[in-house]
């Protein structure tokens, strides 16, 4: 997981869900938490490990050092191998110092209003600071998780894989709209359009809503089609447990239909917490 101090965010991550009580749709929700670091796991009846790419800010990338060389002669890049890093603030690496290694992967577009939301990220490893002096930070590659090639991103490892976030109730009514999402099924992670300049606290339940007849032509060819004369039905929760300035990665964790991109959500006022995990 990747923590940019500076701005308060973080690339590619992983995501635990701890056990939470039974929800129908439509419910007021027990209070309960959530726990985002190392793994995603659904409990009592046993665990679902799932890691996940991340997302990042333009901001983020451009903050970012890179991998501007190394003294290996190969184009991939693996574990036990030096390489150069290039930072606009060299001063900011210190000898011992873990760096996440990670490559940007789509960007993320609005599917509505058009723009840049941010981007995907992959996650490749992890390297550690062996050298501060001269023009260049000299690291070792201790992890591999993909290929790693020259022009990779790199940021500061944080220490902090695991963290609890106490789902806490939505003190504002808040619309917003599903730009991405990362895994797959009920365990994603959802891209939302609104963040920390709108009112977004980590903790907050977002409920996806959709308002539609579920046999017509529209729907079928769009699920996230809204019609007006239709009254509006919840079909999944998920819980901010990241959020960024203009965005939040929301933790998806009950849905009675397919989540897709274009979805609706909203932050209800009222005391709501995390919904129970379902496949």
């Not at 991550?13 to 985002?36: I, K, N, S, Y």
């Not at 001063?91 to 723009?115: L, Q, S, W, Y």
């Not at 539609?212 to 729907?219: A, F, K, L, P």
Request: glycine share 10%.
């Amino acid at each position: 997981m990747v923590r940019f101090f500076g701005s308060g965010e973080e690339t590619p991550t992983q995501v635990e869900l701890g056990t939470a009580p039974e929800v129908e749709a439509g419910e007021r929700l027990d209070e309960d938490t959530v726990q985002v670091g190392g793994k995603l796991a659904y409990e009592p009846k046993g665990t679902l490990l799932y890691r996940a790419a991340g997302f990042v800010t333009k901001r983020e990338i451009d903050e970012a050092g890179t991998i501007a060389g190394s003294f290996e002669q190969a184009q991939y890049l693996s574990s036990n191998v030096p390489v150069y890093l290039k930072f606009k603030n060299k001063g900011t690496a210190k000898i011992g110092d873990r760096m996440v290694i990670f490559r940007k992967a789509t960007e993320v577009g609005h599917p509505t209003k058009g723009g840049t939301v941010g981007y995907l990220t992959e996650l490749t490893g992890v390297a550690k600071v062996t050298r501060t002096e001269g023009p260049l930070v000299t690291a070792m590659i201790t992890d591999a998780f993909d290929t790693i090639e020259r022009g990779d991103l790199v940021a500061p490892y944080s220490e902090a894989l695991l963290k609890r976030v106490a789902v806490k109730p939505n003190d504002k009514k808040l619309d917003g709209t599903i730009c991405a999402q990362l895994g797959i099924g009920t365990y994603i992670t959802a891209i939302i359009d609104q963040g920390s300049d709108q009112g977004v606290q980590p903790g907050n339940v977002f409920s996806v809503v959709r308002w539609q007849d579920g046999m017509t032509h529209e729907t079928g060819n769009n699920p996230a089609y809204k019609d007006d004369d239709y009254p509006d039905e919840v079909v999944g929760h998920c819980v901010a447990w990241e959020v960024k300035s203009n965005a939040t990665s929301c933790l998806l964790v009950n849905a009675l239909r397919e989540i897709v991109v274009g979805d609706v959500v909203q932050m209800r006022v009222g005391n709501q917490s995390a919904p129970s995990a379902s496949r």
